[in-house]
């Protein structure tokens, strides 16, 4: 996916994020993520926008520091301005990505081709999974198309998880893990130790493997997330499903 279209699904999805929000209510349980109610995503959300414009408004070109959850869920305004504060903070963001310079120098905290386009990229998935957080509350159905969760699929295996490789280590990985997108006709291996735990390298491509997830792009999405189970998110699991389970479950994203 290009600029343009990560920053069209970035604006599409808080707005769609902020309608389901509006919707559920800010005091009703978000049950993707438990300890959290409406108006703490939406002050996690609205902190995150914040902290992406400020490394391409200005931009950063080193680390800054960041709030921990308890200070973001902490700060904002009263509740009956929370909404507002949000759309705000995202209508910000989208502008921020549509006018900067193509070579902006900003800090980043993943390879990428461009530091716009991490942002741009980033940014849509972030809203995104928490667009799905906003619509669970609400009672409702989240989905994506093909191509867009793909997208996502390909940045969480071959960004964040490849982050945690570690082809060296002393023992060697002893299961294959496939995730294949099959209306999106990609595919993805991850080399894993037996309790899914560590990872030794992730790639492209087909093969064989002790454990298969296999199903729609937008499923796989919200599975790998942590939003749904296998059952509701339409992949069936082939093989070693012990192992499938055990990397889905140990393998959150952390900074």
Same mark, same amino acid.
């Given at each position: 996916? #290009? %600029?343009? =279209? +990560?920053?069209?699904?970035?604006?599409?999805?808080?707005?769609?994020?902020? $309608?389901?929000?509006? *919707? &559920?209510?800010?005091?009703?349980?978000?049950?993707?993520?438990?300890?959290?109610?409406?108006? #703490? %995503?939406? =002050? +996690?959300?609205?902190?995150?926008?914040?902290?992406?414009?400020?490394?391409? $408004?200005?931009?950063? *070109? &080193?680390?800054?520091?960041?709030?921990?959850?308890?200070?973001?869920?902490?700060?904002?305004?009263?509740?009956? =301005?929370?909404?507002?504060?949000?759309?705000?903070?995202?209508?910000?963001?989208?502008?921020?990505?549509?006018? &900067?310079?193509?070579?902006?120098?900003?800090?980043?905290?993943?390879?990428?081709?461009?530091?716009?386009?991490?942002?741009?990229?980033?940014?849509?998935?972030?809203?995104?999974?928490?667009?799905?957080?906003?619509?669970?509350? &609400?009672?409702?159905?989240?989905?994506?198309?093909?191509?867009?969760?793909?997208?996502?699929?390909?940045?969480?295996?071959?960004?964040?998880?490849?982050?945690?490789?570690?082809?060296?280590?002393?023992?060697?990985?002893?299961?294959?893990?496939?995730?294949?997108?099959?209306?999106?006709?990609?595919?993805?291996?991850?080399?894993?130790?037996?309790?899914?735990?560590?990872?030794?390298?992730?790639?492209?491509?087909?093969?064989?493997?002790?454990?298969?997830?296999?199903?729609?792009a937008a499923g796989l999405y919200l599975l790998l997330w942590n939003r749904c189970d296998a059952d509701a998110a339409g992949i069936s699991v082939t093989g070693d499903?012990?192992?499938?389970?055990?990397?889905?479950?140990?393998?959150?994203?952390?900074?």
């Amino acid at each position: 996916m #290009d %600029l343009d =279209r +990560h920053i069209l699904a970035l604006k599409a999805d808080g707005d769609l994020l902020a $309608s389901a929000a509006e *919707q &559920a209510g800010l005091t009703t349980s978000v049950p993707s993520c438990p300890a959290w109610q409406v108006r #703490d %995503l939406l =002050r +996690h959300q609205g902190y995150v926008h914040r902290w992406a414009t400020s490394y391409v $408004s200005v931009p950063i *070109q &080193a680390e800054a520091p960041e709030l921990t959850e308890a200070e973001q869920l902490a700060g904002g305004p009263p509740d009956e =301005r929370l909404l507002a504060w949000f759309r705000e903070g995202h209508r910000a963001l989208v502008r921020a990505l549509r006018t &900067a310079e193509p070579d902006v120098a900003s800090w980043t905290f993943m390879p990428a081709a461009s530091p716009l386009g991490f942002w741009a990229r980033r940014q849509a998935h972030e809203t995104a999974i928490h667009r799905a957080d906003a619509q669970l509350a &609400a009672g409702q159905a989240p989905g994506y198309e093909p191509d867009f969760a793909a997208d996502g699929l390909d940045e969480l295996i071959m960004s964040f998880f490849a982050r945690r490789a570690d082809p060296d280590r002393e023992q060697a990985p002893e299961r294959t893990l496939l995730i294949r997108a099959a209306d999106a006709d990609q595919q993805w291996r991850a080399e894993i130790s037996p309790d899914g735990q560590q990872v030794a390298q992730v790639s492209r491509g087909a093969g064989p493997g002790a454990a298969t997830l296999d199903g729609p792009a937008a499923g796989l999405y919200l599975l790998l997330w942590n939003r749904c189970d296998a059952d509701a998110a339409g992949i069936s699991v082939t093989g070693d499903a012990g192992l499938a389970a055990a990397w889905r479950d140990g393998m959150h994203v952390r900074w």
